[in-house]
Every structure is written in structure tokens, then in C-alpha cells.
């Protein structure tokens, strides 16, 4: 099959691409940096250098192609993060329109759809073509985010951004606190950009009749199970998850300087989170656990944290 694989060589793309061309397809991918090519061209696929905002340039690159993943990264200048995302999509659908693209996975996250004018994963159904979107729990890798505050460079400074499933905490290093106004003892699914990768790669292959919905996990705890393991890899098994109050956590993401509007959004988010409605459709879904553990991811963790 030819298949194009948007986001780079991203936490989900590059290891996607390496499955993809494992299985002997040929595969186009799609990245905004010009000094990625000889990388992608390494792993024996195609590099399409452009930018998702030129309809013009995915529809060029998505012509021919039996299947397209299309995902959108996050931009945390944009003052509104909905319109941003809206606009990427719609770009996408017309892309994939006049690229008459029968396959198309889109990444989305296990909550955007339970946030108020965030989900955009109704445009696409605008698209005559076979649809699944991806629901991935709170990626693991986000953690790395965390190092510097880890080890104690600041009491707010930066975010540990678990993804678009709507996790998101500040994290404090001299107290060896994770912050937020989800958090504690609240239950949530983890997974691991590998599974999402080995699942995209799955739906990539079918040709489903009906828009589908598939949601991805590796492991489900509490977020104090999770800071404790993320804790004892570095040496500070001490490490919390301290849950705020929606208000607490708006003023630390405005003394941030987030725009108004991103900070309102990336509260509720959360606070949706805290809910336990995401963690319910989760369950509801009954969706397959991937293999690898936050455990094993700790080690990875470990090593990168020792590095810096």
C-alpha cells in the first residue's frame, strides 16, 4: 500500500513509519522541517517537506495514496487552541477531498470530544472515505517534559503536557510535586506512543464501512501510582501528584503567560479529566491494553533524566 504518515518523526510517527515500512509499504512522510529528510529517508520511506496549513501541498502529497494518517501538533502559541485545531482540520478535509483519499486514521484524544467546542473530529466526516479516529489515553513520553522541574530548576516554569487527551499539570521540582487541578488519587490511562503506533498501523490496513472509533491505552492507575514509579526511576520515590483546584491551576497557567483563552481551555480540560467521564468512555469502549508498562517506560525515563 502507499501510505502517507503526517507529524514527522514524532513520538508516534517515527516508530508508525518503521512498522509501516517493516511491512513493506511504501510511505510518504509528511514534516515542516527541511533538515528531517535525510532521517525519514533513512528509515526507507519518501519525505514530503511542507506545512499542513498549504492545502495545495497535502493535496499533492496525499494524490495517490491508499490511506493517509493525519494528525495535528499542538501549538501552544496560538491564543485559541480551538480555532487552531479547527482550521488544521478543515484543512485537512479539503486536502483529502481533492486528493480523493479512500483511507484516512485521524489522532485525536480520549477526552477532545468531551471538551466544548474543542473535538474536531466531526469535520471529517464531511469526507466520503473510510474514517477512524484515534482516542489515545495520556502519553507516557510527556513526562520528559518534567525533567528539569524534576530535579529542582524552578517552582513553575514549565508544563508536563500530557497530550491532547486533556491531562495536563504543573509540575514543581523543589518539593518533588506534580500539580493540577487533576491529579492525586484520580484514575486515568497511560499508554505509550509505541502501542498508539502498533494501533494506527492496524487501522492504517482496513477499510472499515462506517466511521469508527478506537481508543488506546497501555495502562490505567491512579496519577500518585504513576509519579510514584516515574519517582522511584530517578531516585525521589516521594514524588506526588497534588490535585488544585480548577482556580489554583488557572492562575498558575496564567503566571505562565498562556494566552486567556488557551488557559481557560486547558482547565476545563483537565477538570474533565478529574470528572472521570473520559476514563468511563474508556472503559465503555472495552478497547485492547497495549504492551509496553509505565514501568518499562520509567527506565527510558531514568536514563534520559540521568543525561541532563
Known amino acids: 500500500m502507499k501510505i502517507v504518515v ?10 508508525l513509519t518503521q512498522l509501516l515500512v517493516g511491512q513493506g509499504h511504501t510511505v510518504t512522510v509528511v514534516s515542516s522541517d527541511p533538515k528531517k529528510q535525510a532521517a525519514i529517508e533513512t528509515f526507507g520511506a519518501t519525505a514530503a517537506i511542507g506545512s499542513i496549513a498549504d492545502i495545495e501541498f497535502l493535496t499533492k502529497t496525499f494524490t495517490g495514496a491508499d490511506a493517509v494518517y493525519a494528525m495535528i ?27 480523493e483519499t479512500r483511507r484516512v486514521v485521524v489522532m485525536s484524544g480520549w477526552a477532545a470530544d468531551l471538551v466544548k467546542g474543542e473535538s474536531v473530529e466531526h469535520l471529517f466526516d464531511n469526507l466520503d472515505a473510510s474514517i477512524t479516529i484515534m482516542r489515545p489515553a495520556s502519553f507516557y513520553t ?6 528539569d522541574l524534576i530535579k529542582g530548576k ?35 490511562v497511560f499508554v505509550s506512543p509505541l502501542d498508539i ?4 498501523g492496524e487501522e492504517l490496513l482496513l477499510c472499515p464501512e462506517q466511521r469508527t472509533i478506537r481508543y488506546v491505552g497501555s495502562e490505567e492507575m491512579t496519577c ?12 525521589k520515590p ?44 474508556f472503559h465503555r469502549s472495552q478497547p485492547k491494553m497495549g504492551k ?17
Open 6 to 15: 503526517t507529524g514527522s518523526l514524532g513520538n508516534i510517527s517515527k516508530p
Open 73 to 99: 501538533p499542538l501549538s501552544y502559541t496560538e491564543p485559541d487552541l480551538g480555532d487552531y485545531m479547527r482550521r488544521m482540520a478543515r484543512n485537512y478535509v479539503a486536502a483529502l477531498k481533492k486528493a
Open 142 to 147: 510527556n513526562f520528559y517534559q518534567s525533567i
Open 154 to 188: 524552578g517552582l513553575i516554569g514549565k508544563f508536563l503536557t500530557l497530550r491532547y487527551s486533556g491531562l495536563w499539570a504543573l509540575l514543581t521540582g523543589k518539593t518533588g510535586l506534580l500539580m493540577g487541578n487533576y491529579g492525586g488519587d484520580d484514575r486515568t
Open 197 to 200: 503506533a502498533d494501533a494506527v
Open 224 to 235: 500518585n501510582e504513576a509519579a510514584m514509579i516515574i519517582g522511584a526511576a530517578v531516585g
Open 238 to 281: 516521594w514524588l506526588k501528584w497534588v490535585l488544585l483546584s480548577d482556580k489554583q491551576m488557572l492562575q498558575g497557567l496564567k503566571m505562565a503567560k498562556l494566552p486567556e483563552k488557551l488557559a481557560e481551555t486547558l482547565v476545563e480540560m483537565q477538570a474533565v479529566m478529574h470528572s472521570g467521564k473520559a476514563l468511563e468512555n
Open 292 to 308: 509496553v508498562k509505565l514501568a518499562d517506560f520509567a527506565k527510558e525515563f531514568a536514563a534520559v533524566y540521568k543525561q541532563k
